[in-house]
């Protein structure tokens, strides 16, 4: 194995092949296989559960680990929407997702952006409350959003299903530190050059924080995605339902047919991996920029 070196000469700088000594490729050859292994490690449980979902349910339930079926059931995905409503149930979560990731954009921005800029009476008290929402667990206040909820008459809705995410304390907080590391000169300078508030926030600063806007969006996402307690506590008909909820309702405290659940999770988790691979690198970007890990 070979490295490039940088020599000078009168005709300038020349990359010349450097050989790596023993100790660099046994170090090189060491972090390979302590990565391979590492990611071996973290994809399994995903490998596992495709061949639990390729197999009967006396070979998911034997004592002794079937690793590889003898004959692939794939009669185990065509059962899934026996079961279920999924396209329908698949729909519901496409659409709340999508309206929940464009309000916390739309509201979380513009929250952040005032939090951070702009001065008005009560911004500390306000902010406060704010964030003191994080440091509360949301099964706190769920009694309350479902009396609310069913007050306003939006039980068994998606109105009902995406109104409390509409807005998040956690996406205020990320996009008000994503506009405190801003520098006050863009402001200034455009406030000479005659713009208002709003034009500022939508022509110098919100260009500027997209790549913090990308992690708010890709948080979003799969956090509506993947919620389970709100949509079972304010949705009673599986029509309703989005795919999270619908996959709870495949397992049962007296028989359970485990394959035919692994199918409906791979086929509910595919979109966001689908998602993921395409748009992979702006995911690291988004998330290295902003400093989320």
Same mark, same amino acid.
């Given at each position: /194995? ?27 050859? *060491?972090?390979?296989?302590? !990565? ?6 973290? *994809?399994?449980? =995903? @490998? #596992?559960?495709?061949? /639990? ?20 059931? #794939? ?44 001065? =008005? ?13 994080? /440091? ?24 009902? !299903?995406?109104?409390?995410?509409? =807005? ?23 406030? @000479?050059?005659?713009?208002?508030? =709003?034009?500022?926030? #939508? ?5 500027? *924080? ?30 309703? /339902?989005?795919?999270?909820?619908? @996959? ?18 791979? !086929? ?18 988004? !998330? *290295? ?5």
């Amino acid at each position: /194995m070979t490295t490039e070196a940088v020599v000078t000469g009168r005709g300038g700088s020349v990359r010349a092949p450097r050989r790596r000594t023993g100790g660099e490729r046994r170090s090189y050859v *060491a972090a390979h296989i302590v !990565l391979g292994v590492g990611a071996l490690i973290m *994809a399994f449980p =995903f @490998l #596992w559960q495709i061949i /639990m979902s390729l197999s009967t349910n006396a070979q998911v339930q034997s004592v002794t680990p079937v690793f590889w079926p003898g004959e692939l059931q #794939w009669d185990n995905y065509a059962e899934v929407f026996q079961r279920l409503p999924f396209l329908q149930q698949f729909g519901n979560s496409v659409l709340i997702t999508v309206i929940r990731t464009v309000a916390q954009l739309i509201l979380c921005t513009m929250a952040g952006y005032a939090f951070a800029r702009l001065r =008005f009476r009560g911004r500390g008290i306000l902010l406060a409350v704010v964030l003191s929402i994080l /440091m509360v667990p949301s099964q706190v206040y769920l009694l309350s959003q479902y009396q609310i909820i069913q007050n306003i008459g939006l039980l068994n809705s998606i109105g009902g !299903l995406v109104l409390p995410g509409l =807005f998040s304390a956690f996406g205020t907080f990320l996009m008000r530190t994503a506009f405190l590391a801003m520098p006050a000169e863009l402001e200034e300078a455009a406030r @000479l050059d005659g713009a208002n508030t =709003f034009q500022i926030f #939508w022509r110098i600063m919100l260009p500027l *924080a997209t790549p913090t806007m990308s992690v708010l969006a890709i948080t979003t996402v799969l956090w509506s995605w993947n919620e389970l307690l709100w949509p079972l506590v304010v949705s009673s008909y599986s029509t309703q /339902m989005p795919l999270s909820a619908g @996959l709870a309702t495949l397992l049962s405290d007296r028989t359970t047919d485990y394959p035919v659940a692994m199918a409906a999770s791979i !086929l509910a988790m595919a979109p966001v991996l689908i998602m993921f691979i395409i748009l992979q690198r702006r995911v690291i970007d988004g !998330l *290295a920029s902003s400093g989320l890990k």
